[in-house]
């Protein structure tokens, strides 16, 4: 009779504990199943991939937004590409590589720019290559132009009694070199240089955004223009912002669902001092050989650093 009675009395128990149980799963289960819900409405939900890339800041190395730009036009089920770009300038070569690399991708998939504050010299290159270039209304467009910066020191080394011996091969070799003063001839020489550039800038922006260029003097005289004025020159085609540039996207890639960007990832912290703006991808380069490879650079600078003290020019 004792034996049946613990019998109810487990028995009773394991009722009330799978009741608790079952209260407890009972209060959670609409959190349970919304989020069940919306994971297969979201698997279920047609999209369209599109890749996004973020160019901000001064840009001297054009590595990072080629190789993913690459990636981006041999994936297909990438249909366009979105480039947010707030940049001040770059350095020619850089510019000039990520706009042509633009001009490739959008042979075959629309490109669609966006800049919300600045987009000026360098940076505007790069844009210029897009389909679409929208801004609002307050950004800074423009800035077309070249310039070299040259700084001078010999004045104050003479009065600090510093001396420079330059030993040059080459005529030219130390022309713009910080401790001597640049002759005519020199200066005759980096004009040149800024020229050609400058003609090349104006010969690119004239063909990617359809300009006259005769009236270069008008858009391309290093100014800057607020978007409003730069819509009116031609150098962007609407005022808007992201709403706007993913209608317009949608609009030229022929989008009819709803847009999934897709975003490369950059190394952080001590990988990016190691590898640089590459993507953290195998390069037939293992982390150690990596790791030895920038320690040896870093000797190296210490030591042009260290020559440089001595006299030496490289």
């Known amino acids: 009779m004792e034996k049946n009675n613990n019998k109810k009395n487990k028995s009773f128990s394991s009722i009330l504990k799978n009741i608790f149980f079952l209260l407890i799963i009972l209060q959670f289960a609409p959190i349970i199943f919304n989020n069940i819900k919306t994971y297969f409405k ?64 959008k042979e075959k998939k629309p490109v669609i720019v966006l800049t919300e504050n600045v987009c000026a010299s360098g940076g505007y290159y790069m844009a210029a290559a897009a389909n679409k270039i929208i801004a609002p209304a307050s950004a800074l467009i423009g800035s077309i132009g070249v310039y070299l910066q040259i700084p001078n020191v010999k004045e104050l080394l003479n009065k600090w009694n510093i001396k420079f011996n330059l030993i040059q091969s080459g005529e030219y070799k130390t022309a713009g070199n910080p401790f001597k003063e640049s002759d005519p001839k020199e200066i005759k020489y980096l004009q040149s240089l800024s020229d050609q550039n400058y003609k090349q800038f104006v010969k690119d922006m004239a063909k990617a955004r359809n300009l006259n260029i005769a009236k270069e003097k008008v858009w391309a005289n290093g100014k800057v223009f607020l978007a409003t004025k730069a819509k009116r020159l031609k150098l962007i085609d609407e005022i808007g912002s992201q709403s706007k540039a993913e209608e317009i996207l949608k609009e030229l890639a022929n989008i009819k669902t709803k847009i999934k960007f897709l975003k490369p990832k950059r190394p952080t912290g001590l990988m990016k001092l190691l590898v640089g703006n590459d993507e953290l991808e195998g390069q037939g380069q293992g982390f150690s050989s990596k790791l030895a490879n920038f320690f040896s650079n870093l000797f190296y600078k210490i030591y042009l650093n260290i020559s440089s003290k001595e006299n030496v020019g490289i």
Do not use: H, M, W
Not at 59 to 85: R, W
């Open 42 to 105: 979201k698997a279920v939900t047609p999209k369209t991939y599109v890749g996004k890339l973020t160019i901000r800041d001064l840009i001297t190395d054009s590595s990072f937004y080629v190789k993913n730009i690459k990636k981006f036009y041999k994936n297909d089920e990438i249909k366009a590409l979105f480039l947010k770009i707030d940049c001040p300038g770059a350095t020619p070569g850089a510019s000039q590589a990520v706009f042509e690399e633009i001009n490739r991708f």
